[in-house]
């Protein structure tokens, strides 16, 4: 099992120009999250997917969409890319959101110049 | 005041010692979570604990629900256990996690 995918692992893109980062795991978990990391602050929330067909706001949702494509996909896309979304990128799956641990992609490391 | 605080920011040890450290939080939770970042960036779950104790081979993590506070410790510290660990909170009815800033540990042989 791979168990949770990102790709691509390194981004560089122009200030407005568009991208969309990919996940998917093969654990058959119901829950998907994407979040952010920032030097100096914890993992910040952007948005997450109880189960195929929903999603919801996180902490930090403004710029972002999110797609869940089916019960193994989650993508999170940046419509017009700002240099403040310039961060480490993870993605992470759970059986569901309540009573179990999350399992973590190896991040995307993305800079907007 | 971030609802999860975690101290110290950063700890240095020499190999086999033992290791503490805590995670105060502000909010009503169902989970505590111990994450480890290794220095390539790959994040692991450690433990997931909602009382009392748990261990799994040097690592031991443990909750006080009244107090708000859990510890993470490690026994006879080693080289390969340099990482940041992080504490996260549950929310009591939600699904999403609260973070603290991490732990930076450094074990020198």
């Known amino acids: 099992n791979a168990g949770v995918t990102q790709t691509p692992k390194f981004q560089v893109l122009k200030t407005g120009q568009s991208m969309t980062l990919q996940c998917a795991q093969d654990?058959?978990?119901?829950?998907m999250y994407w979040y952010r990391q920032d030097p100096g602050m914890g993992l910040r929330l952007i948005y997450y997917?109880?189960?195929?067909?929903?999603?919801d706001k996180g902490e930090v949702p403004n710029g972002y969409n999110v797609s869940r494509l089916n019960k193994r996909e989650f993508s999170l896309r940046l419509e017009s890319a700002a240099p403040s979304q310039t961060s480490v990128y993870f993605c992470a799956s759970s059986r569901d959101g309540h009573s179990y641990e999350q399992y973590f992609g190896p991040g995307t490391r993305l800079t907007v110049t | 005041k971030n609802e999860v605080e975690q101290s110290p920011q950063n700890l240095t040890a020499q190999e086999g010692e033992f290791i503490t450290i805590n995670c105060s939080y502000s909010v009503g939770i169902s989970a505590l979570h111990w994450l480890q970042q290794h220095p390539g960036g790959g994040i692991v779950s450690l433990f997931m604990?909602?009382?009392g104790k748990k261990k799994h081979g040097r690592l031991i993590a443990t909750i006080n629900i009244q107090e708000k506070h859990s510890s993470l410790h490690i026994t006879a510290s080693h080289p390969r256990d340099s990482a940041v660990y992080i504490c996260a909170a549950r929310r009591s009815g939600s699904e999403k996690l609260v973070f603290g800033k991490g732990t930076k540990l450094t074990v020198n042989p």
């Open positions: 654990m058959n978990h119901n829950s």
């Open positions: 997917s109880a189960s195929e067909g929903t999603t």
């Open positions: 604990l909602s009382s």
